[in-house]
């Protein structure tokens, strides 16, 4: 068993498509291919499923996948140890959903990359459900959600903002001007929502429910660039943190509705696996991501 095979079975379970990890180990794709077979032919087990140039890692690979990162960090570690330079090395993997991916994150990743140009980032967008599956499952080594203060077995979790959401229309909606609201003015609305497994789509929809609301119709998104601009063309109400709503609402593009949110507190929040080894690239990045969220405050 080579370092190399190891190597390209972690970029290939991580990326998890052949194309791609022939171009980030600067092979051609039958390398990656030749080197999969050698590696399951040697343990005597199939480690992923092949479904044209996306794969699909199985049992066997997934727990085989947890053995080779503490490989390769313990590597790194030993690498950083003794480079001469003193330059911090390794390659992290961040995920994200969509919406800190677009209005939290940029500042970070540009701030972090740099500081630490021995450090390669892999950027991976995953939608809200698949986020902590992916630090279970070892393909991410940080990831980033919108969600509720909730402690979870398994997975460390440190809140860097507060979030503030609202219910946004055009202003020329008919309940922009209304002062007050009540749960009964909303009947027959349509509201533009996040796609299913968003916390805080199911926030809003749960308290809905407890109010006893109905008779509405809900569209759903995968994107908030989106959301916004089909509520201000007025194709219905929309629920969004204010990050990605402040300049719409400067320029008087959107308005908020007299809606109480706060009964549950949202905020960004950063996780890792709590027996992930915490390696120099993964400490710094945590570090720049508390100082990066503190001066945007």
């Not at 991976?124 to 509720?148: C, H, V, W, Y």
């Not at 959301?227 to 719409?248: F, Q, R, S, T």
Request: hydrophobic share 40%; glycine share 6%.
């Amino acid at each position: 068993m080579e370092l190399r095979q190891l190597k390209t079975f972690h970029t290939l379970a991580t990326t998890l498509n052949f194309t791609r990890a022939a171009e980030v180990q600067n092979y051609v794709p039958s390398t990656v291919t030749m080197q999969m077979k050698s590696l399951e032919d040697e343990l005597g087990v199939k480690l992923v499923d092949r479904l044209g140039k996306k794969v699909a890692l199985t049992d066997a690979g997934r727990s085989f996948l947890g053995y080779v990162d503490h490989i390769l960090c313990e590597l790194e570690e030993a690498q950083y140890a003794v480079k001469q330079s003193g330059e911090m090395t390794g390659t992290l993997t961040i995920s994200a959903d969509e919406t800190l991916c677009t209005y939290r994150l940029p500042a970070v990743l540009r701030r972090f990359r740099l500081r630490y140009p021995g450090v390669r980032l892999m950027f991976r967008p995953l939608s809200t459900p698949n986020l902590k599956q992916s630090l279970r499952e070892g393909s991410a080594d940080i990831i980033f959600m919108l969600d509720e203060m909730k402690g979870e077995t398994g997975i460390c979790g440190e809140k860097v903002r507060d979030e503030l959401f609202y219910l946004l229309v055009a202003p020329e909606h008919p309940l922009a001007s209304q002062t007050d609201l009540t749960i009964e003015d909303f009947n027959g609305e349509t509201f533009l929502l996040t796609e299913q497994g968003c916390s805080y789509r199911m926030f809003f929809e749960r308290s809905l429910s407890q109010k006893a609301m109905g008779n509405i119709t809900e569209l759903e998104f995968n994107s908030a660039e989106a959301i916004k601009e089909c509520a201000k063309i007025g194709m219905g109400i929309a629920i969004l943190p204010e990050m990605a709503v402040a300049a719409e609402l400067n320029r008087g593009e959107l308005v908020p509705l007299p809606w109480d949110l706060t009964a549950v507190s949202f905020a960004s929040q950063m996780f890792w696996h709590e027996e992930k080894w915490m390696s120099p690239a993964i400490e710094a990045f945590l570090d720049l991501t508390r100082e990066t969220f503190l001066i945007q405050s």
